[in-house]
């Protein structure tokens, strides 16, 4: 199984290769690790420092943070069967490659459409901050949206995920998130300083707003256990609550008055 990771970097530097250094001593297989860094084409510290890396430069986008376009950037040209999101603070455990493969268990990427929730941090255990995604699920409903620059983008590909696909549970997968956020004694970089505005969560949580309906917003995300027994009955349970969800939010758009109708329906029809 040949695994992407889809590294979005900012002024790192050769901090960013260190962290691929990582991430590749620590595979249990690192022939088969793609590994692809994403940066702005005025980011010339970091551009030096990756010249031989496979690489994709963008230009900067005027008043704008990249991380979710890099992101995406990197995914486009990924051609591993899981694609996998990391970032400069992010760092992984010893044989993380094969404990990934473990959690797919028989689900092959390539037929079957689902996203896998690692850890990596100890708040919101459902969030997918940084996803892993089947080849399946990238070709047929991408990334982030290009709506968000970075504050909600991942909840709103965490929704995405829920009504449109299935969440492996991957949380035996644990990752190091150098972030300060989760450790005061590190120090916030600059992107993080960049990304975490007022306005920014503003504007990041009223696009979520308005991509996703109430009820859609307020599910309780489940994460599916595939390599447990009772996996078969656990999918069909899923499906079957998946289908519930999915009349309830028919329900709720049809009893909507017309105006909020047309602004409703969108994301279900997306």
Same mark, same amino acid.
């Given at each position: 199984?040949? *695994?992407?990771?889809?590294?979005?970097?900012?002024?790192?530097?050769?901090?960013?290769?260190?962290?691929?250094?990582? #991430?590749?001593?620590?595979?249990?297989?690192?022939?088969?690790?793609?590994?692809?860094?994403?940066?702005?084409?005025?980011?010339?510290?970091?551009?030096?420092?990756?010249?031989?890396?496979?690489?994709?430069?963008?230009?900067?986008?005027?008043?704008?943070?990249?991380?979710?376009?890099?992101?995406?950037?990197?995914?486009?040209?990924?051609?591993?069967?899981?694609?996998?999101?990391?970032?400069?603070?992010?760092? +992984?455990?010893?044989? #993380?490659? @094969? =404990?990934?493969?473990? *959690?797919?268990?028989?689900?092959?990427?390539?037929?079957?459409?689902?996203?896998?929730?690692?850890?990596?941090?100890?708040?919101?255990?459902?969030? =997918?901050?940084?996803?892993?995604?089947?080849?399946?699920?990238?070709?047929?409903?991408?990334?982030?949206?290009?709506?968000?620059?970075?504050?909600?983008?991942?909840?709103?590909?965490?929704?995405?995920?829920? #009504?449109? @696909?299935?969440?492996?549970?991957?949380?035996?997968?644990?990752?190091?998130?150098?972030?300060?956020?989760?450790? +005061?004694?590190?120090?916030?970089?600059?992107?993080?300083?960049?990304?975490?505005?007022?306005?920014?969560?503003?504007?990041?949580?009223?696009?979520?707003?308005?991509?996703?309906?109430? *009820?859609?917003?307020?599910?309780?995300?489940?994460? =599916?256990?595939?390599?447990?027994?009772?996996?078969?009955?656990?999918?069909?349970?899923?499906?079957?609550?998946?289908?519930?969800?999915? @009349?309830?939010?028919?329900?709720?758009?049809?009893?909507?008055?017309?105006?909020?109708?047309?602004?409703?329906?969108?994301? =279900?029809?997306?």
């Amino acid at each position: 199984m040949r *695994i992407s990771l889809l590294h979005a970097t900012y002024r790192s530097g050769n901090g960013a290769v260190a962290v691929k250094r990582a #991430w590749l001593e620590h595979a249990t297989m690192p022939q088969r690790i793609e590994h692809i860094f994403a940066m702005d084409s005025d980011d010339l510290d970091t551009i030096a420092c990756t010249a031989e890396h496979l690489r994709v430069v963008s230009e900067p986008l005027e008043g704008r943070v990249t991380a979710v376009r890099n992101w995406n950037a990197a995914a486009a040209t990924a051609t591993g069967d899981l694609l996998m999101v990391i970032a400069d603070d992010l760092y +992984p455990p010893q044989g #993380w490659d @094969s =404990l990934l493969e473990t *959690i797919c268990g028989s689900w092959d990427p390539n037929r079957t459409s689902f996203a896998v929730k690692v850890c990596d941090s100890p708040d919101r255990p459902t969030l =997918l901050r940084h996803p892993v995604v089947s080849r399946r699920f990238y070709d047929g409903l991408g990334l982030f949206a290009d709506a968000f620059d970075g504050v909600y983008a991942d909840d709103d590909f965490t929704t995405m995920a829920f #009504w449109k @696909s299935t969440i492996l549970d991957g949380r035996g997968l644990v990752l190091e998130h150098r972030h300060p956020d989760i450790d +005061p004694r590190v120090a916030a970089s600059i992107s993080h300083r960049r990304i975490n505005t007022s306005s920014a969560y503003n504007e990041g949580y009223e696009t979520y707003r308005q991509r996703w309906n109430a *009820i859609q917003r307020g599910s309780t995300v489940k994460l =599916l256990n595939p390599t447990s027994s009772a996996a078969s009955a656990r999918w069909k349970q899923e499906a079957w609550e998946r289908t519930v969800r999915v @009349s309830s939010a028919t329900r709720y758009v049809l009893g909507t008055p017309g105006k909020a109708l047309r602004r409703i329906r969108t994301p =279900l029809t997306r």
